[in-house]
């Protein structure tokens, strides 16, 4: 099966967050997400749908964490979650993007709207 790539955009503060966002919407690629990576490219990113929480058991790099609304809102922003950790269950959450640690940097807030094109 093709992987999916998606454009993630902050429609909110008019900008893109990352070019290259590869799609986890199955059983497999959502078990899978990042383990066994050992570095993320700056314009990389993992949108897990459906996921309300996450862990980092096993993973390498820390990582930066948007949960998102069924309507992409941005509900929570977890930055720089390091290794062996387990994010809060987000209730209102039904999916997050993933980027490398420190990719965000204080740019995207919780409220903001996002596009995945």
Do not use: Y
């Amino acid at each position: 099966m093709k992987e999916r790539i998606l454009v993630a955009f902050n429609r909110t503060r008019d900008r893109e967050i990352a070019s290259r966002v590869a799609v986890a919407d199955d059983s497999v690629s959502r078990s899978r997400g990042l383990l066994g990576r050992t570095a993320m490219a700056p314009e990389e990113g993992l949108w897990i749908v459906p996921c309300p929480m996450i862990h980092t058991f096993f993973m390498k790099l820390a990582i930066d964490v948007l949960f998102l609304d069924r309507g992409l809102r941005v509900v929570r922003v977890l930055e720089g979650l390091k290794p062996w950790r387990l994010s809060p269950w987000v209730f209102r959450s039904h999916s997050v993007l993933e980027f490398a640690g420190g990719k965000l940097q204080g740019s995207v807030q919780v409220g903001d709207c996002l596009e995945l094109r």
